[in-house]
């Protein structure tokens, strides 16, 4: 006798004109269009498509849709393989390549098969058991070993090639799942005039009508199923997305769908994404997700061959395939006599049917009338056979046996009603007698599941209750035209009884999760050792966590864990299910959030010009800033003291465009300003900036940063890069929420004007050439003067500040000028050799000069702790006055801000060292501070650094060890003041 | 068999992570900021340590109806005080700063 699937002589929704080549684990085969990759494989007699994620044992195709647990394989190869996909949802296409998972070496011969040898080493919580010991074992040897003997697939090292995209959209009912339920239910709310979205996770919609033969109006339900489908596309307050799953339920019913545009093609269309998640905001949602056949539980239930009875049914109707030559239906049910009476009907024996149940329902046909042998009140034991089903052992009430020849168990445990989406919402599905199944209780206001996902299976209730739930879902959402139109006639069915049997009479390995390999055996166990709540034995067993959340195998686990108890099923409830109902690729969650567009850069205003001449560029949060412009051969040690010394020797230009700017309004400007600030603003003159020093309510430092009165009502706020933003709505806070009584406007003007500063020595005479007639002598622009003219047009703002403790000005023009305005300066520092220099050199300059920066501003500093106290007023009140004076912020032994300088100037500081007293045995409880800031500085000839130290201006004068552990180095170190170069600032403002 | 339960319907402004901005109208969520607790509020200058200790430091953390601020950063930059339930997230009233808004019973 030959075994296995077989394509059918006729049949199926196929196109039996044309062929598609595709092959499976290097193995060439031929399918039809409408195929999945599963119905194809099946016509070609294949029936091992895995190897299970434990043991290794040979595994076949269970199901026929998103709930297949076993045919997982890796389709495509190279960049585009992806790893997990399911065999039944793959619609084939010419050159695909799928290959098998969880084999080693080959799929037909597995050295790992002895796994199942050792099998009682495996049981529930090996993981926990076998892999805990010793630590440091982890990483080397268990993890490596578990990736080799449980890998899922593997994922390609090279990138993807294909893009993938978000989307946005709103309804007023949405509806999940396309069979009878969903298409009545859209069709209903449609026919109200209310926006409507259909989503169906296969190709095409009917769901159960497309799988088997049923009768609508008299005809093929495929017909009716048509014009629905028709109707609906042709209403243009209607979109039917097929293909695109429901992954996730979020609150106030945002949906997460994922649409798989391209994944059955081989290479998206051009423009085309592979996949595009939908973020879906709907008024109403309305669940029509189906129901999922539950398997049986006996032994060797996961043998190639062993199936879901409605699939073996799906595929006879759908895929013109039969998945063996002689099948045997065990139910517990009336719909497993369906799948008998469908094989009959397209001329395929059938073995035998075992009901669990004395007697059955009414039935469509007497299955003895058409020859088919019926053990009544029987339970499977186990199934037979080495690789795949070559017969199964069954028992009736007297335990007696019986082996039935077969190719193929079709087995129907009941259904369970797809309650994930529900779930999701935060309700718990509850248990329901009648349909042994747990099933929606009270659903989250905006919600509704109809149909086979709401535990209604008959044909003429699941359109009933999908129109009903439809209307209802439109009046909610505002759309009470009545709809039109009587149901569809359909004959009436009688679902019948079922008996919920569990764990019954069997032997040997009980599979429970076939894709965790978790068996009832290892449910058992968990309970003996005390994992008595679901929650628990879920986490202990693993049952329920692989990449098919336990779709097939939850309620039967749940099952076996209440039978341990002792305790009825209700009592152990269900696991909450979480998104996404299935794996999702990681790039569709990044959309086009990925590599350079992971988030938008910004550019300064002179940023062309950088790009020209050379220079490197560092990302200093979004933007992108000018590190240093090597000259040929040059590092960046050699550009970046280069840099520092011609500023320091004659003058040089540094984009600092990338500093908040905020422009400040009104009358009660100055006294927003003294609020915010530490220090005094109410009496800086018009035409003069000031540096100022922002705290946060906690007392510590926030920001910094000089500050210009360019009128007697307008202020020009300067902050620090990273800070820009922070203390825009710092401002936003104050002035909305704390004081609405002052008379201030500001906003936010970083992108309007550029900024660079001109530093050096020779500073003031490229500022009189590039601006000739403007008097910028020492006199009418003083140190700390502002001065707001133009030129030639150009609207320029002059501030004479410094931040190198050169002679230098800070320039800013409107952003659009901004090449220009610099190519100008630039051309007017040809003679005093002008030079651009980057962040790192305005670093070596800050540094020599003991301005302290974003590694000063950590945080945690006080303004005393960085040798700002003095600027805090005494007569008035700030934010963060009150709590800066608590006793640890005012402590006298908190470490404040020093210079150190290496003893030896061989010797280099690096940021983050701690300072000791004493160069050996020390810990970290002896720090008496530590290192911020470090830079070879050539004004000093050695390394200097900036350094936080416990009583630091005592110690100036004195020895300290700088270690740096991660090294193994130790430094000597001089304490000095901060202000290494220039102490006095007679440079500034010469 | 029970078809479908129905539940009343929400009102406009309170579905779909949307914020009703008193200056820009629905808004999606995305556009807001979280800002915290706005039943907090600032003491006098010259409130002791504790008042301001308490203004900085300590928070509720209630299940159920909250009174937050959502700074409008991608709007009108605007503080707009929300009453949100911590647990569904639903928006029962928003407002000005100014506003005093009406919490419902938990
Ligand atoms: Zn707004």
Redesign the pocket.
């Known amino acids: 006798m030959s075994v296995g699937g077989k394509r059918l002589a006729q049949g199926g929704a196929i196109d039996r004109d044309n062929t598609i080549d595709f092959t499976f684990d290097g193995v060439s085969y031929q399918g039809h269009p409408g195929d999945t990759l599963a119905s194809a494989l099946l016509a070609n007699g294949v029936r091992l498509f895995g190897r299970s994620f434990k043991y290794h044992r040979p595994r076949g195709l269970l199901g026929i849709g998103f709930e297949e647990p076993n045919a997982l394989v890796e389709l495509r190869s190279g960049a585009r393989t992806e790893a997990n996909t399911r065999a039944t949802g793959i619609e084939i296409f010419n050159g695909l390549v799928a290959s098998s998972q969880n084999r080693f070496p080959s799929l037909g011969f597995d050295l790992l098969g002895v796994n199942q040898l050792f099998g009682r080493f495996f049981t529930a919580g090996f993981y926990y058991k076998t892999f805990m010991w010793p630590a440091a074992f982890w990483e080397p040897v268990y993890e490596k070993l578990i990736r080799r003997a449980a890998g899922l697939g593997t994922a390609s090292r090279e990138s993807d090639p294909d893009h993938y995209e978000h989307s946005h959209a709103h309804c007023d009912v949405l509806v999940v799942g396309a069979g009878p339920s969903g298409l009545m239910a859209a069709l209903t709310a449609a026919l109200t005039g209310a926006r409507v979205m259909l989503l169906e996770d296969r190709a095409w919609v009917g769901g159960m009508l497309a799988l088997e033969g049923q009768l609508i109006e008299g005809a093929p339900a495929e017909k009716w199923v048509d014009a629905v489908l028709h109707q609906l596309q042709s209403m243009d307050n209607v979109r039917v997305m097929t293909r695109t799953t429901a992954v996730g339920v979020y609150d106030h019913n945002v949906v997460v769908g994922l649409q798989r545009v391209a994944d059955h093609i081989a290479v998206p269309g051009k423009g085309d994404p592979r996949q595009r998640l939908w973020i879906l905001r709907a008024k109403q949602t309305v669940f029509t997700a189906g129901a999922i056949e539950r398997p049986m539980l006996f032994g060797n239930n996961d043998l190639p061959g062993v199936m879901l009875a409605s699939a073996v049914r799906g595929y006879v109707h759908r895929f013109g395939v039969t998945p063996g030559r002689l099948i045997t239906i065990v139910t517990t049910n009336d719909d497993g006599y369906n799948t008998a009476f469908a094989l009959h009907e397209a001329g395929e024996p059938v073995a035998a049917i075992v009901d669990a149940r004395a007697s059955a329902g009414e039935l469509r046909l007497d299955p003895e009338a058409l020859g088919i042998k019926v053990h009544r009140a029987c339970l499977p034991v186990k199934a037979v056979g080495w690789q795949s089903v070559k017969g199964l052992v069954i028992e009736n009430e007297q335990q007696q046996r019986t082996t039935i020849d077969c190719d193929c168990i079709a087995v129907s445990g009941g259904f369970n009603p797809d309650v994930n989406l529900y779930s999701q919402t935060g309700r718990s599905p509850v248990w329901n007698e009648a349909i042994a199944a747990f099933m929606p209780a009270e659903h989250r206001p905006g919600s509704q599941s109809a149909g086979a996902c709401n535990g209604t299976y008959s044909l003429a209730e699941c359109l009933s209750a999908g129109a009903a739930c439809g209307a209802q879902a439109a009046a909610a959402a505002g759309f009470d035209k009545a709809p039109s139109g009587a149901l569809p006639a359909v004959p009436a069915t009688d679902t019948g009884t079922i008996l919920a049997v569990w764990h019954g009479r069997s032997e040997g390995k009980v599979f429970v999760d076939l894709q965790n390999d978790v068996t009832a055996q290892d449910v058992t166990l968990a309970e003996q050792e005390g994992y008595v709540s679901v929650e628990h034995t879920k986490r202990y067993t693993t049952l329920g966590m692989a990449t098919d959340q336990g779709k097939t195998s939850n309620v039967n686990g749940i099952a076996v864990l209440a039978a341990a108890r002792g305790e009825a099923i209700q009592n152990v409830g269900t696991t909450r299910y979480r998104p996404p109902t299935v794996p999702v690729a990681i790039g569709a969650f990044a959309g086009h959030e990925r590599g350079k567009n992971f988030q938008p850069f910004r550019k300064t205003a002179f940023h062309q010009w950088n790009v020209e001449n050379g220079a490197v560029f560092v990302e200093a949060g979004q933007w992108l800033r000018a590190r240093y412009y090597p000259l040929p051969g040059e590092d960046i040690m050699a550009a970046l003291k280069r840099e520092a010394k011609q500023v320091r020797e004659s003058v040089g230009m540094c984009d600092v465009s990338t500093l908040g700017k905020i422009e400040i309004f009104g009358p009660d400007a100055a006294e927003f300003l003294n609020r915010l600030y530490i220090n005094n603003w109410l009496k800086l003159p018009v035409g003069k900036a000031r540096y100022g020093v922002m705290l946060r309510e906690d007392g510590h430092v926030y920001d910094d940063g000089t500050t210009s009165r360019l009128g007697e009502d307008h202020f020009f706020m300067t902050t620090t890069t990273v800070n820009a933003a922070g203390v825009l709505a710092h401002m936003d806070y104050h002035s909305q929420v704390v004081w609405p009584e002052l008379d201030v406007v500001f906003c936010s003007a970083t992108e309007q004007w550029g900024g660079f500063a001109l530093a050096g020595p020779n500073s003031r005479s490229v500022l009189q050439k590039a601006l000739p007639g403007v008097d910028v002598s020492d006199e009418a622009l003083p140190f700390m003067g502002v001065l707001s003219t133009s030129v030639d047009g150009m609207p320029v703002r002059i501030f004479r500040i410094s931040f190198s403790g050169e002679l230098a000005f800070e320039i800013n023009v409107p952003w659009g000028y901004g090449v220009a305005a610099w190519e100008r300066f630039f051309a007017a520092g040809e003679e005093h050799s002008i030079i651009a220099y980057g962040t790192e050199a305005l670093t070596v300059l800050r540094i020599e000069k003991g301005h302290a920066a974003g590694q000063e501003l950590d945080g945690r500093t006080t303004a005393t702790d960085l040798g700002l106290g003095r600027m805090a007023s005494k007569t008035k009140s700030f934010v963060g006055q009150p709590m800066s004076q608590r006793a640890g912020m005012i402590a006298a032994d908190r470490p404040s801000l020093v210079g150190v300088k290496v003893v030896d100037s061989n010797d280099r500081l690096r940021g983050g060292a701690h300072l000791f007293d004493r160069a050996d045995d020390v810990d970290s409880r002896g720090s008496m501070g530590w290192v911020t800031s470090v830079t070879d500085s050539p004004a000093m000839g050695r390394w200097i650094a900036l350094a936080f130290l416990k009583n630091g201006s005592d110690n100036i004068g004195k020895r300290f060890y700088a270690h740096y552990p991660l090294k193994s180095e130790v430094v000597e170190v001089e304490v000095c003041s901060p202000h290494f170069f220039d102490p006095d600032g007679e440079r500034l403002r010469g | 068999m029970n078809a479908c339960a129905m539940r009343p319907a929400f009102n406009r402004d309170k579905i779909m992570h949307q914020i009703q ?5 629905v ?1 999606d969520e995305a ?1 807001f900021q979280y800002k915290g607790d706005a039943t907090v509020v600032r003491p006098a200058d010259d409130a002791d340590e504790a008042g301001f200790f308490r203004y900085v430091y300590l928070r509720d953390n209630p299940k159920g109806w909250h009174t937050e601020w959502w700074h ?1 950063v991608a ?4 503080f ?1 005080k929300v009453v949100r339930n911590t647990l569904t997230h639903e928006v029962a009233a928003t407002g000005t700063p100014a506003d005093t808004l009406q919490v419902p019973e938990s």
Do not use: D, I, N, S
Request: hydrophobic share 15%; glycine share 16%.
């Open positions: 901005c008193p200056w820009c109208g808004r556009e409008h709007g009108c930059r605007q707009v």
